[in-house]
């Protein structure tokens, strides 16, 4: 299966914005574990927030506790991101995981599309 992210932009400081995952072409997902990595220019891609599709329990990254929300919503992940900072400028990928609180990009299964979010001061 494919993944497609879209919902990025650019936003000020303190803003907000909601980003969604979905699989192409209307397709199910796949699996039961799925989330959402990211990548700054110049960094290593990291995880943000993970969740079990089947039961709903979710983990984060700590610096976006509190501010960012994943969920399953029918056929689609969204992340919705609140009170964004400068620091979370990034290319977000949404990737279905091998396993529920996988937190490292070697135990990603799928990789979908990134989406940039850019956050200005």
């Known amino acids: 299966v494919q993944l497609q992210a879209s919902g990025g932009g650019v936003v000020q400081a303190g803003g907000s914005l909601t980003l969604s995952c979905a699989p192409s072409?209307?397709?199910?997902?796949?699996?039961?574990?799925m989330g959402w990595f990211r990548q700054a220019p110049g960094q290593e891609r990291e995880f943000v927030a993970g969740?079990?599709?089947?039961?709903?329990d979710s983990y984060y990254l700590n610096s976006v506790m509190g501010r960012f929300s994943i969920s399953i919503a029918g056929n689609t992940m969204p992340l919705q991101m609140n009170n964004l900072r400068p620091e979370d400028t990034a290319l977000y990928y949404c990737?279905?995981?091998?396993?529920?609180?996988?937190?490292?990009?070697?135990?990603?299964?799928?990789w979908g599309q990134g989406t940039l979010v850019t956050v200005s001061s």
């Open positions: 990737a279905l995981t091998r396993f529920h609180g996988c937190r490292d990009p070697t135990c990603i299964r799928t």
């Open positions: 072409g209307g397709r199910p997902f796949t699996g039961f574990s």
């Open positions: 969740i079990h599709r089947g039961n709903g």
